[in-house]
């Protein structure tokens, strides 16, 4: 079955770094775009990066461009956000997407505090 399973959450002070990664299995992987979304308690989930199938094209949401780098490796069936000078305001749960597959991995904590 279709499996997303985010790792590498925690928490980390203001301005440290912490590198997400997806482990995806089930469905053809390279054949899908990638998505990074978060959700922050009382707000809307919200798309964070974007990959393309090939890895060619990213895109990021305004917020954390020049500070979050999004990439995959199709022949480990792997995605990443790498996550620097992280603020509190970056604080969310984070999930990894699959689309048109709309599939979607639980979910991992991300938590920027002194």
């Known amino acids: 079955q279709v499996q997303l399973a985010e790792s590498g959450g925690g928490l980390v002070q203001p301005g440290g770094s912490l590198r997400l990664s997806c482990a995806a299995s089930?469905?053809?992987?390279?054949?899908?775009?990638m998505r990074w979304y978060r959700q922050a308690p009382g707000k809307e989930r919200e798309l964070v990066a974007d990959i393309t199938a090939n890895g060619n094209l990213t895109d990021y949401l305004d917020s954390v461009k020049g500070r979050f780098t999004i990439n995959r490796d199709n022949t480990k069936n792997m995605m990443y956000l790498q996550m620097n000078n992280l603020k509190p305001e970056d604080t969310a749960v984070y999930y990894c997407?699959?689309?048109?597959?709309?599939?979607w991995g639980q979910g991992i904590q991300v938590t920027v505090s002194a």
């Open positions: 997407m699959a689309w048109p597959g709309n599939y």
């Open positions: 089930g469905f053809t992987f390279s054949r899908n775009r």
